[in-house]
């Protein structure tokens, strides 16, 4: 797969559940049932879908993601069991091997079309936007409503835990 990823909060976290809950050995339904705890989303999803999501991010020649990103997760980690220790999720995210790429509030408000863009979904989405489409990367994200919104008017493709699979074909 040569594609360029760059990853939302809410994808990352799952990201590192699902790598924490294997280095823990856990496995069936308790690992499926943090999965989806992280995940959050409303409705069902295939089990399928979470390996999906850790082979594209894997198998990604870049993987991107904003230093807004970043401190989102260290702020969310407390909420789910298997990423409270913050020494482990330091460790996990350096086994990424993740990109960060800046993007300061400077750099949206400098920009008439990132001005409004960064009204609409807040510093975080848009330092995103930003920077995937600098990067020509594909949006990982469950940001349905807003970010995708943004990102399409942008010509910013995104894939949420349902459609990761599309990237493996």
């Not at 850790?54 to 298997?82: G, K, M, P, W």
């Not at 990109?99 to 807040?122: Q, T």
């Not at 990067?135 to 990761?164: F, G, M, P, T």
């Amino acid at each position: 797969m040569s594609t360029t990823i760059a990853i939302d909060t809410n994808l990352l976290l799952v990201v590192l559940a699902d790598e924490q809950l294997r280095r823990r050995n856990t496995a069936g339904p308790a690992r499926l049932s943090s999965l989806r705890d992280v995940w959050g989303q409303p409705g069902g999803v295939q089990p399928e879908r979470f390996q999906d999501l850790r082979t594209v991010v894997l198998q990604a020649n870049h993987r991107i993601v904003t230093q807004h990103v970043i401190a989102e997760v260290y702020n969310l980690c407390d909420r789910f069991s298997v990423l409270r220790d913050l020494n482990t999720v330091t460790d996990l995210l350096a086994g990424l091997g993740l990109s960060e790429h800046p993007c300061s509030f400077a750099d949206l408000m400098n920009r008439d079309d990132y001005r409004k863009i960064l009204g609409d979904v807040g510093v975080t989405d848009a330092g995103l936007i930003y920077v995937a489409e600098g990067k020509k990367a594909v949006i990982l994200s469950e940001n349905h409503r807003d970010l995708w919104r943004c990102a399409h008017a942008r010509s910013v493709q995104c894939y949420d835990l349902r459609s990761v699979d599309y990237l493996l074909r």
